[in-house]
């Protein structure tokens, strides 16, 4: 030990020994994970083309809904010319069969739509999730057992079959109020129909975190200063379930991705001319043995994307809840 | 046990009265006119009227559907005492109006092919799951560990609609290992129906048991620090009993509840599997009756699908009560 100063001061002096927050404690985790770093990098990867979608339009000098019959091979059943589905430096991912589409373009454009109604889907589930995981588990008793009955009943549907069926009978509604036939109804439905079977999973999450919560001491003391229900519930307990809701979330998106597609994919999701994955992969079906990228590039992009949000949803929660760690 | 069980099956009925009462609400209350869709291409007036007389569609909707619920349970006769009387034995889920043939007949029809998938690939991709999530446990961090948890961690973000049509690419066009995915009775041609399963068993078993991998391999690892676990070391077990005795039995519970529930929504169709390898199972069924509004048969397989779901759930909580004790006292 030397003379001139005790070790401990020093190393209060130079900010050793610091409270930190959990939120801080996560963010440090989070940051020395590689795993997340690239997750996310490849996530962002795919938000950048979809944002930037016109741009590649520019490059190309294309749109993603014009016929391009010279880059078909007329006396192959209009497969594109050339090798790898056509990918030639007008047509950098080759074009649609039979149509001569670019494939490039209406895959950065179909990015858009995919994930705007994902994400969308997301948001709305998340919210309604989230209320009602609360009041369930603030509440209890009547309360806590109508909303489980409830969300007991959506569970039992099944959830692709009913989507599927009452597509038309939803669009039917909205036409009836005077919105158009097309995607201008069909996207709501779908949003609407994806939140409709997403919610309830956050809610139980939710709700059992809640019921953990409630009793604490900090909300008995809020209870006893007077403070009301709303203000326990949205002040008090809310702020505290952040990292669960964030976790459930970064591990919704990808379902809600692919729930996207295989509704698009069974005919009952986005239509002509809007592009979209899962509408990539429906109209490739027929071609799929004579023209094998027209089905690998948007089925590759989900695969990467849902990768990516699935590891990011795990080290995310790793950093929130070091004791899940692998 | 026995009074558990009542209570549950009572549950289980009165979710599925409430989902058949929302599904025909739904799909008889809100489109345009079922009987408009029930009459076809060919449609008069006159038809149309004789039709929504013979459906019953005249009659208040809380009457067609208290005439549904008798149907189901023990038949129901149409246009009674007329000549053109209609009897249509329970369960009786009415008619298609595509092909006016039962409901009930196109169901039984289907449901074959349905279970020859969901059998054959439950049976795959729990072995697969289970055996690839112990070996990972048993050798954690070692570069078998690392190689199943990547395939696991691939597998769980691969889709059925992309990985079939590869496979397919693969399997069927390319090496013709495998005939092109359909249905044959297993009863009339074992070899044959072996051969055009096989693409979706492989498909499905592959996407499926990452999930039971990961599960398999967490819940080991977390029994495994228990002390009951430490206990049965020390007595001197050999590792093989306590690996499979006590660890496995511990870890299963969360596995069963994943598998009951992913086997009960595929049994009520795997709708996707059929959609891409176009087998005629009750999932294809489904999705041409959304395709052609064929209303009788879209409440049918909704409502046979939230039969299965139903029933899965119960059989987990009964599962639970046999392999953890202390559920068996709530």
Redesign the interface.
Same mark, same amino acid.
């Given at each position: 030990m030397t003379p001139e100063q005790p070790a401990s001061a020093d190393v209060i002096s130079i900010g050793g020994i610091e409270g930190r927050s959990p939120t801080q404690l996560a963010w440090e985790r989070l940051k020395h994970d590689h795993t997340a770093w690239v997750s996310a990098a490849v996530v962002g990867f795919f938000v950048l083309i979809g944002l930037l979608a016109p741009v590649f339009q520019r490059l190309v000098h294309t749109s993603p809904d014009a016929f391009h019959p010279e880059a078909l091979d007329a006396n192959r059943g209009a497969l594109p010319l050339g090798s790898f589905g056509g990918m030639s430096g007008v047509h950098w991912l080759g074009v649609e069969p039979r149509t001569g589409r670019d494939v490039m373009l209406r895959f950065v454009f179909g990015a858009r739509t995919s994930l705007s109604i994902a994400l969308t889907a997301t948001i709305v589930a998340t919210i309604f999730g989230v209320i009602i995981g609360l009041l369930s588990g603030f509440f209890g008793g009547k309360v806590d057992q109508v909303l489980s009955r409830i969300m007991e009943i959506v569970l039992a549907f099944p959830s692709i079959l009913f989507a599927l069926a009452i597509t038309p009978v939803l669009e039917n509604l909205l036409q009836s109020a005077g919105l158009q036939q097309g995607n201008q109804t069909r996207i709501p439905v779908m949003i609407f129909v994806i939140a409709m079977f997403g919610w309830p999973y956050i809610a139980r999450i939710v709700r059992g975190q809640v019921i953990s919560m409630r009793e604490r001491e900090f909300v008995d003391a809020a209870r006893a200063l007077g403070a009301s229900r709303a203000h326990l519930i949205f002040r008090q307990i809310l702020p505290n379930l952040w990292a669960p809701i964030l976790v459930t979330v970064a591990l919704n998106i990808p379902t809600f991705i692919t729930t996207e597609a295989a509704l698009t994919f069974l005919g009952a999701g986005v239509i002509e001319p809007t592009s979209d994955w899962g509408a990539m992969l429906l109209d490739s079906v027929p071609f799929y043995s004579v023209d094998l990228m027209y089905t690998f590039i948007p089925g590759m992009a989900l695969f990467l994307l849902v990768l990516a949000f699935n590891l990011f949803g795990d080290s995310v929660r790793d950093a929130l809840d070091p004791k899940s760690s692998r | 046990m026995f009074r558990y069980l009542v209570r549950r099956i009572i549950g289980g009925v009165l979710? *599925?009265g &409430?989902?058949s009462m &929302?599904?025909f609400g739904? %799909?008889f209350a *809100?489109? $345009?006119d079922p009987a408009r869709l029930a009459c076809g291409k060919s449609c008069t007036p006159e038809l149309m009227a004789r039709i929504r007389h013979t459906l019953e569609l005249d009659q208040p909707l809380a009457v067609q559907y208290g005439r549904f619920i008798k149907g189901v349970f023990v038949g129901r006769t149409y246009l009674k005492g007329t000549a053109a009387e209609l009897h249509c034995p329970g369960p009786c889920l009415g008619y298609s109006y595509q092909t006016d043939e039962p409901v009930t007949a196109l169901l039984k029809d289907r449901i074959p092919a349905t279970l020859s998938i969901a059998l054959g690939a439950s049976v795959l991709w729990l072995l697969v799951g289970l055996t690839s999530g112990i070996v990972s446990a048993l050798k954690r961090g070692t570069w078998i560990d690392k190689v199943s948890q990547s395939i696991a961690? @691939?597998g $769980?973000? *691969?889709?059925i609609? %992309?990985?079939g049509?590869?496979l397919? %690419?693969i399997f069927v066009?390319k090496l013709a290992w495998f005939h092109s995915p359909g249905y044959v009775s297993p009863f009339s041609d074992p070899k044959e129906w072996a051969m055009e399963m096989i693409l979706p068993w492989i498909t499905l078993a592959f996407l499926l048991s990452a999930i039971y991998a990961r599960l398999t391999r967490a819940g080991m690892l977390e029994v495994m620090s228990e002390d009951y676990v430490r206990t049965a070391r020390a007595k001197g077990l050999t590792s093989r009993r306590i690996n499979f005795k006590h660890v496995l039995r511990g870890a299963i519970t969360p596995i069963v509840t994943v598998f009951g529930l992913d086997l009960g929504?595929l049994l009520?169709?795997a709708? /996707?599997t059929e959609?891409?390898f176009n087998i005629p199972g009750l @999932?294809r069924l489904? +999705?041409d $009756?959304?395709?052609n509004?064929d209303l009788p048969v /879209?409440v049918g +397989?909704?409502l046979v $699908?939230?039969f299965f /779901?139903?029933i899965a759930?119960i059989v987990v909580d009964l599962f639970y009560m046999v392999l953890d004790p202390k559920v068996r006292l709530a």
């Open positions: - | 979710v *599925l &409430i989902v &929302i599904v739904l %799909f *809100l489109p $345009a961690l @691939g $769980a973000s *691969l889709q609609y %992309f990985v049509l590869v397919q %690419f066009d929504s009520g169709g709708v /996707i959609y891409v @999932g489904a +999705t $009756a959304v395709s509004v /879209i +397989t909704v $699908a939230a /779901i139903v759930n």
